[in-house]
Nanobody, 127 residues
Framework: QVQLVESGGGLVQAGGSLRLSCVAS????????MAWFRQAPGKDREFVAA????????????DYSDSVKGRFTISRDNAKNTVYLQMNSLKPEDTAVYYC????????????????WGQGTQVTVSS
């Protein structure tokens, strides 16, 4: 079992920044692929970004949705069992509940492939 707890959400103006954190406990964090998803009211949950356990601190071993590429950065600190999502140049359409998810093996963008989920953190971007 893996337990995930997100934090860092809030209200920000368009163009602003937020950093989300997700702390994992339970099963060994360092060998898990980690991802962020989001769900806006009335919409399906969508993939935001993912990072593999082989991530070396550079851009390799990560994946992003086209809608956030160039604005969001995912990273992880295995020593702290934490994955981060740095969100810059935020837009009103980024408003959603953001969820952290974990799985073993390779990173994937399908939410159905992730068995472990956090409770979510609300991000609201005002225009």
């Amino acid at each position: 079992q893996v337990q995930l707890v997100e934090s860092g959400g809030g209200l920000v103006q368009a163009g602003g920044s937020l950093r989300l954190s997700c702390v994992a406990s339970g099963r060994t964090f360092s060998t898990n692929a980690m991802a962020w998803f989001r769900q806006a009211p009335g919409k399906d949950r969508e993939f935001v970004a993912a990072i593999g356990w082989r991530w070396s601190g550079t851009g390799t071993g990560t994946d992003y949705s086209d809608s956030v590429k160039g604005r969001f950065t995912i990273s992880r600190d295995n020593a702290k069992n934490t994955v981060y999502l740095q969100m810059n140049s935020l837009k009103p359409e980024d408003t959603a509940v953001y969820y952290c998810a974990a799985k073993s093996g390779a990173i994937l963008s399908g939410s159905e492939m992730y068995p472990y989920w956090g409770q979510g953190t609300q991000v609201t971007v005002s225009s």
